[in-house]
Structures are given as C-alpha cells and as structure tokens.
C-alpha cells in the first residue's frame, strides 16, 4: 500500500505563492496515478489537480489551470503542487491521494494523505 504524506500549507496573503509537497510512504508512486483535491469549509471535495506516474501526464481543474501546476521527483518519491497568485477561494485542506486507475474522480482514489490546511487571506 501506498501511504501519501502531505505537507507545505500555511497561512498565506492574496497573490502569493505556495508549494505543497506528496511524500509517498510504502509502495513508490510510480505504480500509481496521484491527485491533489482539496475541501473548503461547507464545500465538497473537489478534483485539483492529478499526473499520471509513468506518463507524466497533467490535468487541471478548471478554476486553477494557468496558476497551478503539478509535477513529480521520481528520485524522491515527491508529487508537487506549485500554486500561484493565490485567492481566498484557494482556501481548503489540500489532499494528496493515489489510484491505480486513470481518473480525476475522488471516489476512484483508494489511498489519501491527512491533508494541509492553506489558508489565504484578503
């Protein structure tokens, strides 16, 4: 099993930037397909952003494409989250999570990190 380890979020001000940072645990990440969702408070989860491992394929949700981008270190077993020009609706828990499958739905993803928090302020 693969066991994602999120970290980076922290309190930040409109128009910063962030980096975030999977650290996968267990089985290495190239046997899976890794995704960043996130969850705002009286919000449901929501697909962010994924890539697939061995492609190194990229996918966005709308509402963050051209200010994030996501990207992997093979050699450290590392998703990343790159995100720009930060927005109080940036604000969530931010989770890494990992499938076997090719998707972007969160219900498809079997193994989840335990989240951080980016708060953005106005």
């Known amino acids: 099993q693969v066991q994602p380890v999120e970290s980076g979020g922290r309190l930040v001000q409109t128009g910063d930037s962030l980096r975030l940072s999977c650290v996968a645990s267990?089985?290495?990440?190239?046997?899976?397909?890794v995704g960043w969702f996130r969850q705002a408070p009286r919000k449901e989860r929501e697909f962010v952003a994924a890539i697939s491992w061995s492609g190194n394929n990229t996918y966005y949700a709308d509402s963050v494409k051209g200010r994030f981008t996501i990207s992997r270190d093979s050699t450290k077993n590392t998703v990343y989250l790159q995100m720009n020009s930060l927005k109080p609706d940036d604000t969530a828990v931010y989770y890494c999570?990992?499938?076997?499958?090719?998707?972007?739905?969160?219900?498809?993803?079997?193994?989840w990190g335990q989240g951080t928090q980016v708060t953005v302020s106005s």
């Open positions: 999570a990992a499938t076997t499958k090719a998707t972007i739905k969160a219900a498809e993803y079997d193994y």
């Open positions: 267990g089985r290495p990440f190239r046997y899976y397909f």
